[in-house]
């Protein structure tokens, strides 16, 4: 039986922003499950619970071992939660793409404006740097980890101009902010916060990771 993939979209997208990379690791003869969640509309407990645990159970059960997860950017802080939750035993290697670990800048400059609230939700605004946000609340992480951070800004400017964000950054999360205590391997790649999950070199350090537990030698 092949090893089964769990692939997470970043707030505000669909499972269509990681087409790219399942299709690269169906290609791998990983069996993936890329899922939508409703990123928006629900917090971080009820998103864990209606839609990342019952396609956790369903990938273990089936594969019968533990279950390896890409995710991008808030997707990496959802696996968190959920082993904060649940524990990490149903958990294989995670490759995390951008994800703000530490808390984003951005987020804390946006949630001052209700516009922001109102398109993001509830998890959106949970997003931030502060002991009160979501990224505070998790332990480190009890998994193999290995974390893609990007250093192009350029993207999008201006936002990587107006906010505050510590350089180098991706143009909405810094290369400091990627980093979690208890992971494996970290890179830094030259890619933009959104457009990294469409880059061919980032869906062949992913793999690599899941097949070795190390970015090294990728190719």
């Known amino acids: 039986m092949s090893r089964a993939v769990i692939v997470l979209h970043g707030i505000a997208m669909n499972r269509m922003w990681m087409a790219g990379m399942a299709r690269h690791l169906r290609g791998k003869h990983y069996t993936v499950y890329d899922i939508s969640y409703p990123s928006r509309e629900k917090t971080f407990d009820q998103l864990v619970d209606d ?3 019952p396609v956790v159970k369903e990938a273990f059960e089936k594969s019968g ?3 390896d997860f890409v995710v991008h950017s808030m997707g ?3 696996v968190r939660y959920y082993a904060q939750k649940y524990g990490a035993a149903k958990i294989g290697r995670v490759v995390m793409i951008g994800t703000p670990n530490r808390g984003s ?3 804390d400059f946006l949630r001052r404006f209700p516009p922001f609230e109102w398109y993001f939700g509830v998890a959106g605004q949970t997003l931030g740097t502060t002991a009160d946000d979501i990224h505070a609340k998790l332990p480190p992480v009890p998994f193999e980890c290995g974390i893609i951070a ?3 800004h350029y993207f999008h400017f201006p936002t990587s101009y ?3 964000i510590p350089r180098p950054n991706d143009g909405l999360v810094s290369i400091d902010s990627t980093k979690v205590d208890g ?3 970290h890179v830094v790649i030259f ?4 457009l990294m999950v469409w880059m061919p070199g980032v869906w062949k350090l992913a793999s690599q990771f899941l097949g070795t537990g190390s970015f090294k030698d990728a190719a």
């Open 162 to 164: 107006i906010v505050d």
């Open 150 to 152: 990007g250093r192009n």
């Open 51 to 53: 839609h990342i645990t």
């Open 105 to 107: 800048e951005v987020a």
């Open 183 to 185: 992971m494996k391997d």
């Open 191 to 194: 890619g933009d916060h959104s």
């Open 65 to 67: 071992q533990p279950v």
């Open 76 to 78: 990496g802080l959802l």
